[in-house]
């Protein structure tokens, strides 16, 4: 039968084909930046999409809207029950897709492998510090080994390239830059710098705060000689540097300071099913209602794309209305 296919395209003429799919906003971690100490309620179950809904969603996704990749986040998608079987059932469905994950990678070391071969192609890994005690302050958890080890098993079970995605804090982190990228290059892990961005649960970001994509630059080049990357960005948001002459590189993602929304091809599903067009986004489309009132796989199909066309330029953090979404990270999936 053919299948018409209708890339999600905004008014922009941006079309989305890399979809980032939240499977649970819960997480083992409660790193300072995104969550407060205590306190932060989770979602209900009965209100998260359900396996065969993750992969229906994946499904419409791939074969009527043109999604050519699909990372799966959280919160810690670890913890999501069944992870495995839905990366089976999502390559099952999406053979051509480049299919990832975006971690902590706590406890990867024992699923790395069963990962693999049900047909992820590989993982980000969020880790900030490779001191104990810095890591430690940041994540309010003393784990940073069952991290490494997560690390080593994502490279033994050819997860790879794997990626090392670092925020950089003020008077916390932020002179560890150095060290980090040294301990990256000498493990073959990709390191990228990111900067922090305004989607914390307590609302505590401060643009003041930041470490920005300049200072990041300054405090690697005291003791490494960075050179562009040839490779073209694209709409890949990391701006890629040789390190000493390469061939490891290091990425920079300066999303505040020098955004890239303008060749943005992202879409974001909640873990309850709601569209995303943007991190930033103030509005939501509901997939779930849908999906649960027998709507056909057409119908859900057109509500995805109508969602697509309301996406901003851009996310305006430098705008004085700028408004931080109500949903933090851990609830929008990163
Ligand atoms: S802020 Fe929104 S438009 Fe900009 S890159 Fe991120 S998701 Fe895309």
């Known amino acids: 039968m053919h299948v018409t296919v209708t890339p999600l395209q905004d008014r922009y003429g941006r079309v989305a084909t890399d979809l980032r799919i ?36 994946v499904d419409i996704g791939v074969r009527l809207l043109g999604v050519e990749e699909v990372r799966f986040t959280g919160g810690e998608p670890l913890v999501r029950r069944g992870l495995v079987d839905i990366v089976r059932r999502t390559r099952e469905v999406g053979p051509g897709l480049e299919l990832s994950l975006t971690t ?17 192609d590989r993982v980000n890994v969020s880790l900030d510090t490779v001191r ?11 784990r940073l080994h069952d991290v490494l080890a997560g690390l080593a098993a994502a490279r ?23 060290e980090l990228l040294r301990w990256a290059v000498g493990e073959g892990y990709q390191l990228r710098f990111i900067e ?29 000689d960075l050179t562009p990357a040839a490779e073209p960005r694209g ?29 943005c091809d992202r879409v974001r599903l909640t873990a309850d099913g709601q569209v995303r067009n943007c991190l930033f986004a103030r509005e939501e489309s509901d997939l779930r209602t849908a999906l649960r009132s027998g709507a056909t796989d057409e119908e ?18 430098d705008d004085p209305s700028f408004l931080q979404p109500d949903r933090p990270m851990s609830a929008i999936g990163g």
């Not at 033994?156 to 150095?178: C, Y």
Request: proline share 5%; glycine share 8%; hydrophobic share 40%.
């Open 22 to 57: 939240s499977l649970t906003d819960r997480c083992n971690l409660r790193c300072s930046y995104c969550m407060p100490a205590e306190g932060l309620d989770w979602l209900p179950t009965d209100e998260v999409l359900t396996d065969d809904e993750v992969v229906r969603l």
């Open 132 to 142: 104990r005690e810095t890591f430690e302050t940041i994540t309010r958890r003393d």
């Open 235 to 263: 709409s890949a948001p990391a701006e890629l540097f040789l390190v000493d002459g390469g061939p490891a590189t290091v990425g920079v993602i300066a999303s505040v300071t020098r955004p890239f929304c303008g060749d």
């Open 104 to 120: 902590n990678a706590l406890g990867l070391a024992r699923t790395a492998e069963a990962l693999s071969d049900a047909g992820l």
């Open 300 to 317: 859900i199909a057109q509500r995805w794309v109508v969602a697509m066309r309301g996406k901003r330029a851009g996310h305006g953090i």
């Open 156 to 178: 033994d079970a050819g997860l790879t390239p794997v990626k090392v995605n670092a925020v950089l804090l003020r008077d916390i982190n932020d002179g560890e830059a150095p």
């Open 196 to 224: 922090q961005m305004p989607l914390d649960a307590q609302h505590d970001w401060s643009r003041a705060a930041m470490v920005t994509a300049e200072e990041i630059f300054e405090r690697l080049g005291t003791q490494f």
